[in-house]
């Protein structure tokens, strides 16, 4: 059973994706220590609230997690986590952790924020993380700004609100999804298997 840990970067309430994460076959940790970071066999980025905030909380973490990516192991973000992944937001000023190129922008004044409830996705970059997953599938969104990539092909799959955005990325073993998986039902728990699955091989 492979380990997961979920970073504790006192941003938003991870229980939900602890659960989550469980019934999908993986043993959880909660925390915010490198070295059990390090001995993980994947990792998942949450997040709520504002990228300036969050990205001085997880600063310790930085060089740690770099180093956690570079060693090939699979890491996912959620929502504001996905976001974290990015080097900037316009949402105040803050680096990010620069593990995908591009910025995270505010959604147009002419649609209502937060984007809030469901929607549903198109595939546009295949990988494992999208298995059994189509373009009916639908998730759940909380967020009023989204990111945009330098390489189209980091986007695996899009969403539109007033707009096309990226919804879920995925560059090697470095995957995010902007929507909450652990509070999407069944098609949340599909994506969580498959990344459960990938960590297997």
């Given at each position: 059973?492979?380990?997961?840990?979920?970073?504790?970067?006192?941003?938003?309430?991870?229980?939900?994706?602890?659960?989550?994460?469980?019934?999908?076959?993986?043993?959880?940790?909660?925390?915010?220590?490198?070295?059990?970071?390090?001995?993980?066999?994947?990792?998942?980025?949450?997040?709520?609230?504002?990228?300036?905030?969050?990205?001085?909380?997880?600063?310790?973490?930085?060089?740690?997690?770099?180093?956690?990516?570079?060693?090939?192991?699979?890491?996912?973000?959620?929502?504001?986590?996905?976001?974290?992944?990015?080097?900037?937001?316009?949402?105040?000023?803050?680096?990010?952790?620069?593990?995908?190129?591009?910025?995270?922008?505010?959604?147009?004044?002419?649609?209502?924020?937060?984007?809030?409830?469901?929607?549903?996705?198109?595939?546009?970059?295949?990988?494992?993380?999208?298995?059994?997953?189509?373009?009916?599938?639908?998730?759940?969104?909380?967020?009023?700004?989204?990111?945009?990539?330098?390489?189209?092909?980091?986007?695996?799959?899009?969403?539109?609100?007033?707009?096309?955005?990226?919804?879920?990325?995925?560059?090697?073993?470095?995957?995010?999804?902007?929507?909450?998986?652990?509070?999407?039902?069944?098609?949340?728990?599909?994506?969580l298997e498959n990344f459960a699955r990938m960590t297997r091989k």
């Amino acid at each position: 059973m492979p380990l997961v840990s979920i970073i504790d970067y006192k941003v938003g309430n991870i229980f939900s994706m602890e659960n989550a994460l469980k019934k999908v076959g993986f043993r959880v940790e909660v925390n915010s220590e490198s070295d059990k970071i390090l001995q993980s066999d994947a990792v998942v980025l949450p997040g709520v609230g504002n990228f300036r905030v969050a990205s001085q909380k997880l600063a310790p973490l930085k060089i740690v997690l770099n180093d956690y990516v570079h060693s090939g192991r699979l890491l996912l973000g959620s929502c504001l986590g996905m976001q974290l992944l990015f080097q900037n937001s316009e949402e105040g000023v803050g680096e990010g952790l620069n593990l995908i190129e591009g910025c995270v922008k505010k959604f147009n004044s002419n649609v209502k924020t937060p984007h809030m409830g469901w929607n549903n996705i198109k595939i546009e970059n295949y990988n494992e993380l999208l298995d059994g997953l189509s373009e009916n599938s639908y998730f759940y969104f909380v967020h009023s700004y989204y990111p945009l990539l330098k390489n189209g092909d980091d986007v695996a799959a899009s969403t539109i609100y007033g707009e096309k955005f990226a919804s879920i990325v995925s560059k090697n073993n470095i995957h995010g999804c902007q929507f909450h998986p652990e509070k999407s039902g069944k098609t949340g728990l599909r994506l969580l298997e498959n990344f459960a699955r990938m960590t297997r091989k």
